[in-house]
């Protein structure tokens, strides 16, 4: 199992390189720019979330009657997860999602909310993955990334589900990236620092902890079939590479709107 793990490290390693040397953390001179990379990230972490839970339904008995379901070791990872991206805590010890520690995070710094939060109220309301793109005016790179996302979901094919969060998630915030979020914090303490919290509790748990129990999960779920180790490797590029995508997106924007700013000031 061990050499499969390794096989796929090699193999995305240089997609991870483009991930964690993107142009886009080059751009990010201050908290406007770092508004606009958070408004195409929190796609990001809201569907990271729905592929948690869904990996929770599919790996452990979530209806009633309750009755044993697959692997107890594989229950326990996930459940462990789960506990930790759904009810963490915030800066004041209260319990929250990760992706509600986000949505803080945008609300202190300034950043726009009202594109995410459409989407969601607009994808409860009709399940319509669409219509809720179309209401919220989300940027083509985000819409792409949740498609590809929830296509390996509606796959049903929980090996996929599970190399995707492995490899294709965590671990992906550079040293680069957390230096220059330090940088505007020294500046502006009081407008980002709900997501310096963020990105250090993401590291802390998410990178660490949490990493080691997805890779035994995925191991898990994989097992000796060379077929379902192969499908999980082409998924887990693909992620990647939706990953670049998003951020090209979040670069072009950061761009434009210096660009606009620039003309605007002549």
Known sequence: MT???EKIRKTIEPLRQ???NHKVYSVIKDIDDLKVFM???VYAVWDFMSLLKTLQNNLTCTTVPWFPKGSADTRHLINEIVVGEESDIDLNGIRKSHFELYI???KQCGAETSQIEIFIEELKKTRNF???FASAQTPLEAKDFVDFTFHIIDSDKYYLQSAIFTFGREDLIPGMFVSIV???HSNFPDSIEIFKYYL???IEVDGDHHSHLALQMTANLCGENQAFWDQSEKATIA???KRINLWDGAYREILNRKTTATSTIQ
């Open 39 to 41: 408004q195409y990230h």
């Open 182 to 184: 330090n940088d505007i």
């Open 130 to 132: 669409k219509a809720a």
């Open 104 to 106: 803080d995070a945008m």
């Open 200 to 202: 250090e509790r993401h």
């Open 18 to 20: 483009q991930i964690m």
């Open 3 to 5: 050499e499969q793990i």
């Open 239 to 241: 992620s990647l590479q």
